[in-house]
């Protein structure tokens, strides 16, 4: 039997029920045994831009999405526009036949530049401006054109069970979008009703309104159409698999890691693990009385970073959580932190900048300011996480970091990952170890909170404890945190601090630091989010008999020079891949083991990567057709 | 063994101006720590940046020198972490009224159980005396070039706005006012705030220590006739006592007018005071029962190295 690769799409203005509908398509396939990959695009706005839902299902693990769409579902028109040319030859189009007179003119949220190329392209092969101008253009690649009348439906629906409200109740399109789609492609309906159940658990009511129209949906598509190509009829389901949405491994990551204290300030894509953390203030711990995670929303991310900053003086384990925007004004309390030793850890959820950027869109472009942020010379961590999964383990490492050399932290993610649904292997407690270094129980004698030892580290007193009271300031200081502006001092104290930074490379165990996916003579250097199209894009290459290496760097600061150099000494062709416009990695890479990159494949357009276009500049690479920086662009 | 005044003396030299205002109100608070008799390790004070910046290293408490206008942002943050501690944050007009303005604002709003002392002297020492927020429209000190072009803000009228729950005035001259103010704003269950008439002799030579006594008007009148009062001495009833609208609106307005007063008689004490105000603990305490008895900073997170969180019920309901 072929492997199952399909790719599902909804989209609608929003406000409309799409990322609902995806949770339900998305919970349907996870339970039937499937491998989720799905990703959320949305504009910067409350109700009416248009948004859309990616799923890509598979019987095999995969890490990112394809370009092809292979069934995509729209109740408006705006869908059906920016997305017709994306659905493979292959592939299938179930839309709101009520739509096809619709013209461009009448969408108002299709924007100049869009509707610009659209004309071209609809005028090149002669078709109108229309829903069916698009829809036939599809048709004649091989499309396969589904058209339901969501209106009739939910009329003769509202007859049958005799229930007029039924009529006209257009927030259950996206219901009848999930429910027809599932019906075209086979999957067994009992798995719909039952994920309709789960994630309405709280709304009997909503809940049996949602199935009615779910199940007649169901049926009507079952009974019409013939059958799709492509049918899901339900796998072997894979033990101890979870599915989770993006900010579910760092925010799950910092409860088990011990985090109880959070600041912060509303930013997309970061503030929905702030929600979280507080929607599950109260913890169960082990032999013990009840937790509690401490969530505050302050009046900017200066006060979440001090908020945060004070909070860890007194031995909490403490964190914020924000993007590029917020981060920038955190940058001059981290100097603080860096000087006074304090272990805090910033989960920063990377958005495209710069300014407000594109504010719901992806990108990996605030690297080198993470890296340089802060004036003055202090050490900090920086580490980024490659996907959901790992990001659960890596937030306990960065809290561990964060003790040990008693610095701040900055954990890297991004929007891509944010908005992703995956399926992955359920998260292990167990695997995260508590280390908090030299945090000291108690203190007898005298106590120097800046005491120089032998690996520069301090016994770190806290806030509150008997005898171990201490000083700090921004200033420079004495071993009690005095200020001091003697010279002598200030060398040993910068020595001090600084030498932090070797000792992290040396401790950090070398796969923490980065880690080695293959290496050949063509090998791809990358971090964070890109990581996931990265190893799809090798194994399809793979398939072809073509091998190509991988690195991910994950200690992005201090950088594994002697680790990733070594790794990559028989390495010819170096390929950085990053969602930033001027290969940030790479400098940071040429910066520190002085080697030039060849080959860049960047993408700034704030949609992710998919695997599809990473292949396809890779093969070019190795074929040697490629331009020395291969710019993607897919994605509406 | 009770604690004494010397005890609550660090040995770091301080470098303030002679003269300076800010000595009194170091002394006052030193005092007052003593008097309440609170354990050394049991207090920090956090301060701002500029020369009453430096007061955390002359106390000997714990003691945390932020930045400039954040002091309440570190000091909120370490309290809600460990609410076992005394806090009392403090900084200069320009640090808390100016840079600072926002968190002085929000701050209020969340009424945390800690005092908050402003150094008030309308100049920027540190930097040389340029106009802070609270110098008066059209002043000019002795280092402006041109006199101050903003208007100034009203640290006890935007206080009271913001939500304090404790507002009051005191003069660093009158020390053992002061103590006894810094007392009251200690124990008062909420945000507290304290407004600290404190001259620079340095730079601002307009409010200065023989002004505040009043020097130049006893000349015109022949008789002595200091410009500081208290309020305690007057008719004037600061406390809410009843959770009634009409009371709390009519306490809140008294204190808004009077905080208005200035020039030849400047009132000094509390102007408005209101426990029935919720803190921001007891406001946390309502969704977790334990926080008091188990803040984060008292919670084990750990047993021989391995987590104690158990979250297996949000990692069950995730799973497929």
């Given at each position: ?13 929003q406000g409309?029920?799409?990322e609902s509908?995806a949770?339900?398509?998305?919970k349907?396939?996870a ?6 990959f799905g ?8 109700k009416?831009?248009?948004?859309y ?7 095999e ?58 004309h071209?392209?609809l ?10 101008g698009?829809?036939?253009l599809a ?15 939910l009329e003769s629906?509202?007859?049958d ?15 009848i ?16 009703l ?5 994630i ?5 009511q ?10 007649y949906?169901y ?9 799709f ?10 033990p ?8 579910f491994?760092t925010?799950?990551g910092k409860?088990?890691?011990g ?6 300030y509303?930013?997309?894509?970061a ?8 929607s ?5 711990i ?12 302050t ?11 004070g909070a ?8 914020t959580?924000?993007?590029?925007p ?8 981290l ?5 006074n ?18 504010p ?7 690297l ?7 004036h003055?010379?202090f ?10 999964e790992e990001?659960?383990?890596?937030t ?25 649904v995956v ?10 170890s ?24 301090s016994?770190r007193s806290r ?10 300031t921004g200033d420079?200081?004495?071993?009690y945190g005095h ?6 001092n200030?060398i040993k104290m910068?020595?001090k ?12 165990p ?24 990265i190893?799809d894009?090798?194994?399809?290459l ?22 990733v150099k ?5 390495t010819?062709?170096?390929?950085d891949i ?22 860049y ?12 276009e ?5 093969k ?6 490629a331009?020395?920086?291969e ?6 | 063994m ?7 003396k660090t040995?770091v030299?301080?470098?303030?101006c ?8 170091v ?12 354990e050394?390790?049991k207090?920090?004070i ?25 002091v ?6 370490g309290?809600l ?11 200069g ?14 701050a209020?709003r ?8 402003i ?6 020492g ?18 402006l ?9 009203n ?17 660093s ?11 009251k ?12 008439l404190q ?5 601002n030579?307009?409010?200065t ?14 008789d002595?006739?200091s410009?500081i009062y208290?309020?305690?001495d007057?008719?004037?009833?600061p ?33 408005y005071?209101n426990?029935?105000i919720?803190t ?6 309502d969704?977790?029962?334990?926080y ?10 750990s ?5 104690t ?12």
């Amino acid at each position: 039997m072929d492997s199952v690769d399909f790719t599902w799409l909804i989209g609608g203005p929003q406000g409309s029920g799409v990322e609902s509908g995806a949770n339900i398509f998305s919970k349907v396939c996870a339970e039937m045994g499937y491998q989720i990959f799905g990703k959320r695009e949305f504009y910067s706005n409350i109700k009416g831009e248009h948004s859309y839902f990616t799923v890509r299902v598979s019987d095999e693990n995969i890490h990112s999405n394809v370009n092809d769409v292979t069934l995509m579902v729209s109740f408006d028109a705006e869908t059906i526009f920016r997305h017709f040319d994306e659905v493979s030859s292959n592939g299938g189009i179930l839309y709101d036949s009520e739509l096809e007179g619709v013209d461009t003119g009448k969408v108002h949220t299709l924007d100049t530049p869009f509707k610009d190329r659209l004309h071209k392209l609809l005028e090149s092969k002669n078709k109108p401006f229309t829903i069916s101008g698009a829809l036939e253009l599809a048709k004649e690649k091989g499309v396969k054109l589904y058209p339901v009348s969501f209106k009739n439906l939910l009329e003769s629906l509202s007859e049958d069970v005799d229930n007029p409200k039924l009529r006209g109740l257009v927030r259950m399109y996206n219901v009848i979008g999930v429910s027809l789609s599932l019906g075209l492609i086979q999957m067994p309906s009992d798995s719909l009703l039952h994920s309709i159940d789960t994630i309405f658990s709280k709304k009997p009511q909503i809940a049996e309104i949602n199935k009615q129209v779910a199940n007649y949906s169901y049926n009507y598509a079952s009974a019409k159409f013939e059958h799709f190509k492509h049918s899901l009829m339900g796998i072997v389901k894979q033990p101890d698999t979870i599915l989770v949405q993006g900010h579910f491994g760092t925010s799950i990551g910092k409860m088990v890691s011990g985090c109880r204290f959070q600041s912060y300030y509303p930013i997309t894509p970061a503030s929905d693990e702030s929600v979280y953390l507080e929607s599950n203030e109260l913890l169960q711990i082990q032999n013990d009385r009840p937790g509690s995670t401490i969530v505050v929303q302050t009046e900017d991310e200066i006060s979440a970073m001090g908020m945060m900053i004070g909070a860890a003086l007194t031995g909490t384990r403490s964190s914020t959580s924000t993007s590029g925007p917020g981060f920038a004004l955190m940058t001059e309390a981290l100097g603080w932190a860096g000087i006074n030793e304090v272990p805090v850890v910033i989960t920063l959820y990377q958005r495209s900048g710069p300014s407000t950027g594109l504010p719901t869109r992806h990108g990996q472009d605030d690297l080198l300011f993470t890296v340089f942020a802060g004036h003055g010379d202090f050490p900090k961590i920086v580490y980024a996480s490659g996907d959901i999964e790992e990001s659960f383990y890596d937030t306990g490492r960065c809290f561990n970091y964060a003790d040990v050399y008693q610095i701040p932290v900055i954990h890297m993610m991004d929007k891509f990952l944010s908005s992703s649904v995956v399926t992955c292997k359920k998260f292990d407690p167990s695997l995260i170890s508590i280390d908090r270094g030299k945090l000291l129980d108690k203190v007898d004698g005298k106590y120097k909170r800046f005491a120089f030892t032998d690996d520069g580290i301090s016994p770190r007193s806290r806030l509150g404890m008997d005898n171990g009271i201490f000083w700090n300031t921004g200033d420079e200081s004495d071993e009690y945190g005095h200020i001091s502006e003697d010279p002598q001092n200030r060398i040993k104290m910068m020595d001090k601090r600084m030498s932090k930074l070797d000792l992290a490379l040396d401790k950090i165990p070398l796969d923490e630091q980065a880690v080695s996916f293959g290496i050949h003579e063509h090998t791809i250097i990358s971090w964070g989010s890109a990581k996931g199209p990265i190893i799809d894009a090798i194994s399809m290459l793979k398939k072809e008999g073509i091998d190509i290496g991988f690195v991910q760097i994950k200690l992005l600061h201090p950088f594994p020079t002697r680790y990733v150099k070594s790794l990559l000494k028989d390495t010819k062709t170096l390929i950085d891949i990053e969602s930033n416009h001027s290969g940030q990695l790479g400098k940071l890479f040429k910066q520190n083991i002085s080697r030039d990159i060849d080959y860049y494949i960047l993408k700034y357009t704030g949609r992710g990567m998919t695997s599809t276009e990473i292949y396809d500049s890779l093969k070019k690479i190795v074929e040697n057709k490629a331009e020395k920086r291969e710019i993607l662009s897919h994605g509406a | 063994m009770a604690l004494k005044l010397a005890d609550y003396k660090t040995d770091v030299h301080n470098d303030w101006c002679p003269g300076c205002g800010d000595f009194g109100i170091v002394n006052a608070l030193q005092m007052a720590l003593a008097e309440m008799g609170i354990e050394r390790d049991k207090a920090t004070i956090f301060s701002g940046i500029g020369c009453s910046g430096k007061t955390s290293h002359f106390i000997n408490t714990y003691g945390v020198h932020t930045l400039h206008g954040r002091v309440l942002t570190f000091a909120q943050g370490g309290k809600l972490a460990n609410p076992d501690m005394t806090v009392v944050a403090v900084g200069g007009d320009g640090d808390g009224l100016g840079i600072g303005a926002g968190h002085f604002v929000a701050a209020g709003r969340r009424n945390v159980d800690m005092t908050y002392i402003i150094f008030d002297n309308g100049v920027y020492g540190l930097t040389k005396g340029q106009a802070s927020p609270t110098l008066k429209l059209g002043e000019k000190t002795k280092s402006l070039p041109s006199p101050n072009t903003n208007y100034n803000v009203n640290p006890i009228g935007l206080a009271v706005a913001s939500g304090f729950t404790f507002v009051a005035r005191g003069y660093s001259y009158d020390v053992r006012h002061l103590k006894d103010l810094i007392v009251k704003a200690v124990n008062h269950k909420g945000l507290s705030f304290l407004d600290v008439l404190q001259p620079c002799p340095t730079y601002n030579d307009l409010n200065t220590r023989d002004w505040y006594a009043g020097v130049d008007l006893a000349q015109e009148s022949m008789d002595r006739h200091s410009r500081i009062y208290k309020l305690e001495d007057t008719h004037y009833e600061p406390v809410v006592h009843y959770n009634d609208e009409s009371e709390v609106n009519e306490k809140l307005s008294q204190a808004l007018i009077k905080s208005l007063e200035w020039g030849n008689k400047i009132p000094t004490g509390v102007f408005y005071q209101n426990e029935l105000i919720s803190t921001y603990e007891i406001r946390l305490k309502d969704k977790i029962p334990n926080y008091l008895e188990n803040p984060p900073a008292r919670q084990r997170i750990s047993e021989n190295g391995l987590s104690t969180t158990d979250v297996s019920e949000i990692l069950d309901s995730l799973e497929i």
